[in-house]
């Protein structure tokens, strides 16, 4: 099974989320073609209500520690009550851009 569709089966799993998205960010990085090491998620779950982001991310790493300790490198995360969702109009932030690895070395210094 892929990843991404192990990440995905989890969270739903974990969250019963009312809106999840992982996305495979692995291009974006130095890596070899066709990798699964860097996702973004998009959680909004009616638990992560009156927690901190903090507790929210841990609650994430706790359901996916054998991804985070094997092939998942990076986890972007972005989690939302179901309020906080709809306050930013159902609209996560686009990830920046790679400037690590060897795209950072071949750069001007």
């Known amino acids: 099974m892929q990843v991404q569709q192990t990440i995905e089966q ?8 009312s809106h999840l998205e992982v996305v495979n960010e692995s291009h974006m990085h130095s890596v070899p073609p066709n990798s699964e090491t860097h996702f973004k998620v998009v959680a909004v779950a009616d638990q ?4 901190r982001k903090v507790a929210r991310h841990q609650a994430v790493y706790g ?3 054998e991804e985070l300790a094997g092939p998942v ?10 309020e906080e969702w ?5 609209q996560s932030p686009d990830s920046p851009d790679c ?3 060897s795209k950072r070395e071949g750069g001007s210094q």
């Not at 989890?10 to 989320?17: C, T």
């Not at 490198?73 to 939302?80: D, E, G, I, W």
């Not at 709809?86 to 159902?90: I, K, N, P, V, Y």
Request: charged share 10%.
């Open 73 to 82: 490198h990076a986890l972007a995360l972005h989690t939302y009550s179901p």
């Open 63 to 65: 359901v996916l520690q």
């Open 99 to 101: 400037l690590g690895g």
């Open 86 to 90: 709809q306050a930013r109009a159902e």
């Open 48 to 51: 992560f209500s009156g927690m």
């Open 10 to 17: 989890k969270l739903a799993q974990a969250l019963s989320p």
